[in-house]
């Protein structure tokens, strides 16, 4: 039986966002980075509407393209994570 998750097809960047959450919370990096990329990608999109955006729609953006980038940075740094001090006993 497929996990949830795997079903799932978002439309909007919060939509897609919230996926890449579930994707890191259950250790599925490669997914996850691609749904916040995904987020990130549409928060863009929306966010080059110009001045017909509302203010508050916007702002929601804007938060959303940095919770994005934020979440593939710090999925990057877990993966690349090496400690020096168990390598040099």
């Known amino acids: 039986m497929p996990e949830m998750i795997d079903i799932i097809t978002p439309g909007s960047a919060s939509?897609?966002?919230d996926l890449g959450v579930s994707f890191r919370?259950?250790?599925r990096f490669g997914?996850?980075?691609n749904a916040f990329q995904k987020a990130a990608d549409l928060a863009v999109e929306e966010l080059s509407r110009g001045d017909s955006l509302p203010r508050a729609?916007?702002?929601a953006a804007e938060t959303l393209l940095s919770r994005?980038?934020?979440s593939i940075e710090l999925i990057r740094?877990?993966?690349g994570f090496v400690?020096?001090?168990?390598?040099n006993p």
């Open 83 to 87: 400690n020096t001090d168990l390598m």
């Open 25 to 27: 919370k259950s250790a």
């Open 15 to 17: 939509q897609w966002y």
């Open 77 to 79: 740094e877990i993966n």
């Open 31 to 33: 997914e996850a980075i």
């Open 68 to 70: 994005s980038i934020a």
């Open 57 to 59: 729609d916007r702002e």
